[in-house]
């Protein structure tokens, strides 16, 4: 084959500087995860200082899976969803109403039933967890139809119809839709007989599991077929049905995995509460703190989600303590957005990303590769939107 | 009988009150191609400046329009320059934070100047009411439509009689051919974005006199005012004109026919089968494909 | 048989009418070159072929088989590559990754394994090293120049081996030296039995190319033939000059 002759190849010391820098970089991110989730298991157990610090752990690990959740649809394909709450709602409700009907967990007087599983010996406290999975799959059911709809329109009007959806689902379980609700009351669960500093323990659990089961789908999806699909979906849609894509499967797909983990989440936490009801399981802030999250750890990464919930949702909780729902917490809250979104666009992974491979590049000597004839002038990686990329530097 | 006609009519009446509102939202919209989240919050915000006027300084709720009008103009503008217009990439997604996260603020100073206690706008024209037919209509309503039809039809002047106007429309068209001919489209975003809330203020002001409203009123309002210019087609004036009519006609016959919990229920869920077949609203551009 | 016709095919958009009963054919094995003044209809009728756009009347058909306003994935599927005059890449995905896209597996296996296994990879770094980028592999397309962004394009489709590929004004802003590159690619691949069809203005690309020139003009064809015919023909000339 004729290579392009004016072509400069980089010379072999550098292209293997730039091979085993990044073989480094992934055995010490391998090495990193590894010890985050020795430190995950551990914190609270023997690293949280009290309960209280234990509880706003058990939030952040739940918006960090769910913004991992929501970012592989909506990062992953372009499309924001603001309606997500619809799925953690149902999750709740979906948990709740399983346990009331199949008389699932401690009741309120105490001494519930065990739960025989197969050849499992599961103590009632720990029977409604069994049934989350379950409460994902009906979110998830309910995400087909929803989903089959919203996705026949595009950009904007999509992110107006899921805010719709959020509504219509928030005022239906408000007039205890089927009977099922309990309307404006709120649905009782069963309430474990555990007491503190343990009882934090087995949701915190709960909720890190998740995220971990979040986290290998969102990594394993990136480095398919089928998520190369989703991102070509989210840089030129028609272009990417032209090229053989199923666009309309693709999305439909991704939108009901990530409603499964967030359905999930809204079980555990249903649980976790004792006792739900309308404007907290379908929370209008729900999705916008979750979006908030994702952008500011870099949508379309697999570790910002994360990132932004470990930031944001201490700093929340901690604001709603000490300040309670007051105007101070919304002013501070408001303009904690405003600066995120103003100074850090892209999200932080990518931007020290951006950094990184600046500091890479100028070390290795790797700013001719780029150029041919006509490139002279725009030598250096100039970094434009730079999602993750395939090999390499991938967090 | 009577009161479905008494429903039409109250419906046509408040519908032309939310048409104020979504105005202003699909004008912004189709012009700069932003979402403003924080029109609910905006609108809430002019029924409180209403309300300080009238409860403080015992000025009529009209007449205190000429003085809230210009300051949410004002506001607006300021909003623009400082928050939607150093958003250079993906506009929209972002504007969506950055308004939300101006409605909360307004909602949380609110919030502290005004306490969350429910209030309500007082008048002699929102008690008395004119016997219409068979039913007694409050002449708020009258007013309040009448004040509509006076803005939007200044507004109509506005975008089709004036040089701004015609300036406003080509940015709404194609920005990027407007700034070629020489059209100074970040000027005309300013003023289109004061405008919008400008308009808030009225519509404010007149919500504040049908419902008792406090700060947390905002999140209703938007999901109501989104629906509309979905429906409608977005940016298109005509289809947020349309569109408040109609969905606040249905909600007050469903409500008056059914029961009125169910009311706003159907106003969603309309929406959804209308776009299962018709994506673009009523009279808004089928979002085709590039090239 | 014809590889690709296009029979009595009309489109208007609002008042203007882009395409007026405009029939092509495109032989099998040839390098078929479409050129026109601007306006005349040539992105139309590629979009009507490939299925971005639907036709108010007429057909389309594909070696004898009828595809009038088959969906583009469709298009694509039966042997149909385009490029677009304003190159269509995916800018936020690696060169590499650009590939594989194009690249699609029917079955679920395939959907789910990682994209990087060793077949594909091969093949698209073969097609990478055809059209000469391959040290861009790692690079977001989007960085890349205007000109490599088009090399990128002709790539991709290349990867679902094509029978036929549109191609929209590929020497449009390109320099000299990558103008006589693609003009070789495009050679190449013609020897080894892939049809085209090329939109140009520029004509030297399309004389020194081309084995038949098809003229638009207003959205229907006014000449059709050899390069010398179609340079000398008047009513060409007439249509170029605006008179």
């Known amino acids: 084959m004729k290579t392009f002759k004016s072509l400069r190849l980089p010379a072999p010391e550098a292209v293997d500087q730039a091979g085993s820098a990044r073989v480094a970089i992934k055995i010490l991110k391998i090495v990193g995860l590894l010890a985050l989730l020795v430190v995950a298991l551990l914190f609270p157990q023997q690293l949280s200082p009290d309960t209280a ?10 918006f960090a899976a769910a913004a991992t959740a929501w970012n592989i649809f909506a990062g992953y394909t372009g499309y924001i969803a603001l309606g997500h709450a619809v799925f953690f709602g149902s999750g709740a409700y979906a948990l709740g109403v399983m346990c009331k009907a199949w008389h699932i967990g401690n009741s309120l007087l105490g001494g519930g039933a065990d739960l025989s599983l197969l050849f499992l010996h599961i103590p009632a406290d720990y029977a409604p967890f069994v049934l989350v999975p379950l409460a994902g799959v009906i979110a998830s059911l309910i995400a087909v139809p929803l989903g089959w709809i919203a996705l026949r329109t595009r950009r904007h009007t999509f ?4 805010i719709a959806m959020f509504f219509v689902f928030q005022l239906l379980a408000e007039n205890n839709i089927a009977n099922l609700t309990n309307g404006q009351s709120g649905l009782e669960f069963p309430i474990p007989s555990w007491t503190y500093p343990f009882f934090n323990f087995p949701f915190y659990y709960a909720m890190l599991a998740i995220l971990v089961l979040a986290l290998a789908a969102s990594w394993w999806i990136r480095h398919s077929k089928y998520g190369l699909g989703l991102l ?10 032209g090229l053989g894509v199923k666009t309309e499967t693709s999305k439909l797909v991704a939108f009901v995995i990530s409603a499964f983990f967030v359905g999930m989440l809204g079980g555990v936490w249903g649980y976790f509460q004792g006792s739900i009801a309308p404007p907290f399981a379908f929370d209008a802030l729900f999705d916008v703190i979750v979006a908030l999250m994702a952008f500011m750890g870099g949508l379309g990464t697999l570790a910002g989600p994360i990132v932004g ?26 303009a904690l957005f405003l600066v995120i979104v103003l100074l850090l666009p892209e999200g932080i992974i990518p931007t ?36 993750e990329t395939g090999e390499g530097v991938n967090l | 009988m009577t009161i479905y006609i008494e429903a039409i009519v109250t419906g046509l009446l408040s519908g032309g009150v939310y048409a104020l509102m979504a105005s202003g939202l699909t004008l912004i919209f189709g012009v ?7 029109q609910g919050a905006l609108v809430v915000l002019g029924a409180y400046l209403s309300y300080a006027l009238q409860h403080y300084f015992h000025i009529d709720l009209f007449l205190g329009l000429l003085l809230t009008m210009p300051l949410m103009f004002v506001f607006g503008v300021l909003i623009e320059w400082a928050f939607i217009r150093p958003l250079k990439r993906e506009r929209t997604m972002f504007s969506i934070l950055v308004t939300f996260a101006i409605a909360l603020i307004i909602e949380g100073v609110l919030g502290l100047i005004f306490t969350t206690n429910l209030v309500t706008l007082h008048a002699w024209y929102i008690t008395a009411s004119i016997p219409v037919g068979g039913f007694y209509l409050p002449y708020i309503y009258v007013f309040g439509f009448a004040l509509s039809v006076i803005l939007l039809g200044g507004l109509y002047w506005l975008l089709y009689r004036t040089e701004f106007g015609k300036s406003l429309r080509a940015s709404m068209q194609n920005r990027t051919a407007a700034e070629l001919i020489g059209i100074n489209v970040e000027r005309v975003s300013a ?16 919500f504040g006199t049908t419902v008792p409203f406090n700060p947390g009123s905002s999140y209703d309002l938007i999901s109501r005012l989104l629906v509309v210019i979905v429906l409608g087609g977005m940016g298109s004036l005509r289809g947020a004109l349309v569109a408040s009519l109609a969905l606040l006609v249905i909600e007050d016959v469903t409500s008056v026919a059914w029961s009125p919990v169910w009311a706003s229920t159907v106003f969603f869920v309309l929406l959804v089968l209308l776009l299962i077949f018709r994506p673009q609203g009523l009279f808004g551009q089928r979002e085709g494909r590039k090239q | 048989m014809s590889m690709l016709e296009a029979r009595g095919v009309s489109k208007a958009f609002g008042g203007i009418h882009a395409l007026d009963a405009c029939s092509i054919t495109v032989e099998q094995g040839t390098i078929s070159g479409l050129i026109g003044p601007n306006g005349s209809g040539k992105t139309t009728l590629f979009n009507v072929i490939t299925g971005y756009e639907s036709v108010d009347t007429g057909t389309i058909s594909f070696q004898g088989t009828a595809i009038t306003n088959a969906p583009p994935d469709k298009v694509f599927r039966l042997g149909i590559g385009r490029t677009f005059q304003l190159t269509r890449i995916f800018p936020r995905l690696t060169v590499l990754e650009n590939m594989h896209v194009a690249a699609q597996r029917r079955d679920f296996k395939g959907l789910l394994s990682r994209w990087s296994s060793s077949h594909e990879q091969q093949r698209a770094l073969e097609l990478l090293d055809f059209v000469g980028i391959t040290s861009l592999k790692n690079m977001p397309a989007a960085n890349l120049s205007y000109g490599q962004k088009k090399l990128l394009e002709f790539a991709f489709i290349l990867i679902a081996e094509p029978q036929v590929i549109l191609l929209d004004e590929p020497a449009g802003g390109v320099n000299p030296t990558m103008i006589h590159h693609l003009a070789d690619r495009i050679r190449t691949l013609n020897q080894r039995g892939v049809t085209f069809l ?11 190319l081309c084995d038949t020139v098809t003229v638009l003009h207003r959205g229907t064809k006014i000449a059709e033939g050899t390069p010398e015919t179609v340079r000398n023909n008047p009513a060409v000339l007439e249509a170029y000059l605006g008179v």
């Open chain 1, 232 to 241: 070509a979906i989210r840089d030129d849609e028609d272009r990417a049905l």
């Open chain 2, 191 to 206: 003023i289109t974005f004061g405008i919008g809330i400008a308009l808030t203020a009225a519509g404010g002001m007149a």
């Open chain 1, 309 to 334: 919930a470990l930031i944001l949702e201490p700093t929340r909780q901690y604001f709603t303590l000490y300040y309670g729902a007051s105007g101070y917490y919304l002013i501070i809250y408001g």
């Open chain 1, 53 to 62: 610090t234990t509880g706003i752990a058990v939030y952040t690990l739940m």
């Open chain 1, 159 to 162: 992110i107006v119809i899921t």
């Open chain 3, 198 to 208: 090329v939109v140009e203005h520029n004509m030297e690309f399309v004389m020194g």
């Open chain 2, 32 to 38: 700069m191609e932003i979402i403003n989240i924080a």
């Open chain 1, 352 to 387: 020290l990303r951006k950094w990184g491979s600046w500091w890479f590049a100028s070390r290795a000597n790797l700013k001719h590769i780029a150029s041919d004839t006509e490139e002279l002038d725009q030598a250096g990686p100039v970094v434009v939107d730079q999602a």
